[in-house]
């Protein structure tokens, strides 16, 4: 009786997890986690939140690899203080995501800038990583 009791506990947890897991909540955690990544210039975080294939195209047209945009913002003096995102909106297409919205970049020198941002996310070995970045600048509101 008690293993019964101890499989069916088990099986409630993991259909529980897996409910309240939403692939959305996936896409926003990559796409905060290489945005933290990139202000604390943390490379370990970098290559685990973006995928290997990654185009980086910025603003002003450049466009990087995964290995160039991770040595461009790991090297020297902080590049970034702080990335502030508004209106995201996520679309999931099974093991494909697209996130839209706006980011108020605030670079360590400079001023603040916002970018409307696409980026397209894949699930890789059950987490979510970014394989494609556009931005582009608009007006600061």
Known sequence: MARLLALVLATAATAAVLLAAEPADGVREAAAGWRQGAVKQDEAALKHWL?????YTHGD????????????????????DSFR?????????????????FV????????TYRVRT????????????MAQKESVRVPLK
């Open 51 to 55: 995928a290997d294939d990654l185009v």
């Open 61 to 80: 047209g450049k466009t990087q690899s995964k290995a160039e945009y991770i040595a461009d913002v790991t090297k020297g003096s902080s590049h970034y």
């Open 85 to 101: 995102e508004s209106g995201t909106k996520i679309r999931v297409y099974g093991k494909t995501a697209v996130l839209t919205g």
């Open 104 to 111: 108020d970049v605030t670079p360590a020198k400079g001023e």
């Open 118 to 129: 696409l980026e397209v996310y894949v699930q890789n070995d059950g987490r979510w990583q």
